[in-house]
Each structure stands twice: as C-alpha cells, then as structure tokens.
C-alpha cells in the first residue's frame, strides 16, 4: 500500500532534549516536505527536498534541521526542543513538484 | 496581508446542499491544491490544478489563473463531508516546491 509513515504519532518531551521525528515513503516519490499546524495559523512549511541531498528552507525552519541521505527517508531533527514547537506535525511526498501530495497520519508532540 | 485568503471560515449547510468555498491568492503560483483535513486530523489530497477545471465523484475543483482564484464546489453534500479544508499554492520559478497555505475552511453538514 502507497503510504507516508511517521513516527512517533505522540510525543511529550522536555525542553532541550533532542529528538528526532521520522518519515518514509514507500512510493519513490522525489519530493518530500515538513510542515507544522498551530490553531489559528494553519499549515506552515518548515523544509522540503526536491531530491537525495538537496534541502530548502520554507517559512519557519528555525529550531528544526533535516537530512535526506536517502529517498525514502526525510528525518525531523530538533537539536533542543523549546515549548513553541509544541504543534501538530506533517510529513507530505509527492512524486514532483506540482503533483498529488501524499501526507503522513500526523505527529503531535509537546514540549514542557 | 495573508498570501492566500479562504472564505467563508465556518459553513453550515443542510444534507443535499450545494457548497462552495473559495480561495484567493496574491503570489504567482505553478499549482493549486486542496486538502481534506478528517476530524481525526489526517490530510488527504483532493486536487492539484494548474489550469481549467477537474471533478471527482461530487467534488469539483477551478481555477481561474488571471484572477487568481479557485473554488471547490461539493454537490449533494453529505454528512460525511464534513472536516475542514484547506487550499495551498506551490510557488512558481524559483520557489517551486514552497506551499503556502490558506487558513482553512471547517465544512459542517447537517443531515
């Protein structure tokens, strides 16, 4: 089955603690993108990847990182979590730019 | 300025209703899409236009590039399409692969 997995759905976590939220695509999808969701501010993009090592900034990148060392794969990093990047995160695929989005079940996480 | 405004926020409509929510943005764009956002919080791609017109089932998508605009229409509402929906433009040239989205738009329908 074509999916976008993310991993962990739920997190609660302490400020400064690193971690790392995972996302992989089974659809060999060239595209892949981060966003997060706030009440009242709806969706925003943190990174995208266009292809295998190339990464790009969206709107609010700060405080995250990502890697792409392989297709499938597109990590979350928060180096030192702060209680602002408590938020609803997505993960999205897509075979290019300009075509069907494909996105993960979601990853609630909260920082105290 | 938001770069792309939905309207209305919040629509209540009766079972059979016929909806349309529309969505304007300000930035030049390659694409447009439209998500499906279920209470539950998971986001499903409805459409992704360029161009023209597209339908699915009861759900139909427009846009109208010089006047940067689009609508999605749902006939026969039902129950079951109630969640929110959100529009998202893909910039163009450089900025391809940069989505902007719109606030959203939480669809009830009454049976």
């Known amino acids: 089955e074509a999916q976008v997995t993310q991993n962990p759905r739920y997190l609660i976590t302490v400020t400064g603690k690193k971690l790392t939220v995972t996302c992989s695509q089974n659809m060999n999808h060239e595209y892949m993108s981060w966003y997060r969701q706030d009440p009242g501010l709806g969706l925003r993009q943190i990174y995208y990847?266009?292809?295998?090592?190339?990464?790009d900034k969206g709107d609010v990148p700060e405080g995250y990182k990502v890697s792409r060392k392989e297709k499938r794969n597109f990590p979350l990093i928060l180096e030192s979590p702060s209680p602002n990047q408590t938020s609803l995160y997505f993960c999205?695929?897509?075979?290019?730019?300009?075509?069907?989005?494909?996105f993960g079940q979601g990853t609630r996480l909260t920082v105290v | 300025k938001n770069e792309v405004e939905q309207s209305p926020q919040n629509l209540t409509a009766q079972e059979g209703e016929f909806i349309t929510i529309n969505c304007s943005y300000s930035v030049g764009i390659s694409a447009l899409h439209w998500l499906q956002q279920h209470p539950g919080g998971g986001i499903v791609s409805l459409f992704m236009?360029?161009?023209g017109k597209k339908k699915h089932g009861r759900l139909i998508a427009t846009i109208n590039i010089q006047e940067k605009h689009s609508s999605l229409h749902i006939t026969a509402s039902h129950p079951r399409d109630s969640a929110v929906y959100i529009c998202?433009?893909?910039?163009?040239?450089?900025?391809?692969?940069?989505?902007?989205f719109g606030k959203g738009t939480k669809l009830s329908v009454k049976p």
């Open positions: 236009l360029s161009s």
């Open positions: 990847s266009m292809n295998v090592e190339v990464t």
């Open positions: 999205a695929s897509s075979l290019w730019r300009n075509t069907e989005a494909f």
């Open positions: 998202a433009v893909e910039g163009g040239g450089g900025s391809q692969g940069n989505l902007i």
